[in-house]
């Protein structure tokens, strides 16, 4: 930040130098129209300050503050700081919870490549069998997925076995299968091992996940779709791979309508099957 300073304004570099002295729990929860007020300059100047600092904007400046976070802190008092910055108030908690949620969103889409999607979306389409795993706030997208993919005529599995029962489910994984992967924290070795196998049995992997281990697995999978939490990280884990899951899903079904529409009428009637034994 020092080497940069040189080329900030006076008021531009009043807000690197309060940016740089703000604990990280106070500055993942602040936008920009607050840092400008605490400055003493405006949110246009603190946003231009972000990106002469060499980021794409506050958001990810933010993001990194909150990486750095939850590297550093005990899981507890972690807690205990995010609690304190959201506050007692319900209406400024739903305000900056939203926030957190919007910005995930906003940086998933700007993040997710059309071509990457595209690639994703051929490869599950035209694969033997489609294995979805995910674990913790990740699995409800792997579980979603999965789904959406069944209703639309393909099939689909989720993997929710970890550990030494992971074993079970990663031996099913044949030549010519998909395997997707969401995880939007941290490295597992569960995820190693799934990667390997599936590259060493020929099937394609598609990594769906938070850019650091976008990052550290380069090259382990076949494809990348980035997840990104909020800087807060305030808000549900699995928000951002949910709506990855909806795209990867609705791209199915307009790759072959007729199947979707086929399968859909299969599920209707067995589910009027199911309502007509229940009365």
């Not at 002469?52 to 933010?62: D, E, I, S, V």
């Not at 490869?123 to 913790?136: D, K, L, N, P, T």
Request: charged fraction near 25%; avoid cysteine.
């Amino acid at each position: 930040m020092s080497r940069a300073l040189a080329s900030l304004s006076p008021a531009e570099a009043r807000v690197a130098q309060y940016l740089k002295a703000m604990p990280a729990e106070d500055l993942i929860f602040a936008n920009a129209e607050e840092l400008g007020r605490l400055t003493k300059s405006s949110d246009a100047t603190v946003i231009r300050t972000a990106r002469k600092l060499g980021y794409t904007g506050l958001p990810q400046l933010k993001r990194e503050a909150g990486n750095t976070l939850g590297t550093n802190a005990d899981p507890k008092d972690q807690l205990s700081k995010k609690l304190a910055a959201l506050g007692s108030d319900i209406g400024s908690m739903r305000r900056q919870i939203f926030a957190d949620a919007a910005e995930s969103l906003e940086l998933s889409e700007n993040a997710l490549d059309d071509a990457e999607l595209q690639r994703a979306v051929g490869a599950i389409a035209h694969a033997g069998s489609i294995h979805v795993y995910g674990y913790g706030g990740s699995e409800l997208g792997a579980r979603h997925l999965a789904r959406m993919a069944n209703r639309m005529g393909y099939n689909a599995r989720t993997i929710g076995d970890t550990g030494l029962m992971l074993a079970d489910s990663v031996i099913s994984i044949s030549r010519g299968d998909a395997v997707v992967i969401f995880q939007t924290g941290r490295r597992l070795r569960d995820i190693d091992v799934l990667l390997e196998h599936t590259a060493a049995v020929g099937a394609t992997s598609i990594l769906v996940s938070g850019e650091i281990l976008h990052e550290q697995l380069a090259g382990a999978y076949d494809i990348g779709l980035l997840a990104i939490r909020g800087s807060a990280k305030v808000s549900a884990e699995a928000l951002a791979p949910i709506l990855v899951a909806d795209v990867i899903g609705y791209s199915l079904s307009a790759l072959d309508e007729e199947r979707a529409m086929q399968t859909r009428e299969q599920l209707t009637h067995v589910r009027q099957q199911l309502i007509q034994r229940k009365a």
